[in-house]
């Protein structure tokens, strides 16, 4: 007994995901029930008798609702989205259809309060742990920590390589380097250029990249900070010079 309180006590969202499963199994049942028969659930929505055609499609898109949505509340799939779908159609059982037919203190009102009550919570604070949202959230997670070091290693193995210079007798004269918009007034710590094996540059882009990154195409980086891999120190900063930026374009593979 004491194993199990210590358990739930450290896993206090899975009970989070308790309440989802069985909120979700319940409204995929009442779904079930409400396409099964809905002529039994026309009498109870007002003016069911003036409009009954009216009456019935609302009745079928209510157990369309619930099924849909229980089924993604039981899996913890889009759990937000499923939730707050089933929030307008149980606030209008509960305030609409239960509150004026059998008064406040009746069984059916209270159950139709206590849903609405559970979706506003599910809808708030989404699913815990034991749900399909947070499986694909830990495997983009993953996924983003996996090329990150990715990009670091082949970065530290570019850094890594020997600088290659040719004899003096061959060498060409350098290209005028463009000036950095902010430089520093000593390179770093180490004493290390932007040319250093030592030093890396660390891209920024602007939310429009962004986008255009989702598209596969290139984008250019609105700056780019030359850190020293020694002593962490800033040595350049290139901005507002769109020659040199054009250099550090990145390139989605």
Sequence with gaps: MLRLLQWADANRAVALDLVRIYLGLGLLARGLTFLADPAAYTGLLPGGAESPFATLALVHYVGLSHLAGGLFLTLGMLTRVAALIQVPILAGAAFLVHLPSVGLLSPAFAFSALVLALLVVLTIWGSGPWSLDRAVERRSARDEAEEEAHTQALARDVRSRPRLRPPAAERLPAPPRPEAAEPTDAPCACGHDRSHPHVAPERSYSGLSGL??????????????????????????????????????????
Aim: proline share 5%; net charge negative; hydrophobic share 35%.
């Design 212 to 253: 255009r990154f989702l598209t596969g195409t290139h984008a250019r980086p609105t700056e780019v900070t030359f850190r020293c891999g020694d002593c962490g120190g800033v040595v350049e900063v290139l901005r507002d010079d769109p020659e040199a930026l054009e250099a550090f374009r990145f390139e989605r593979t």
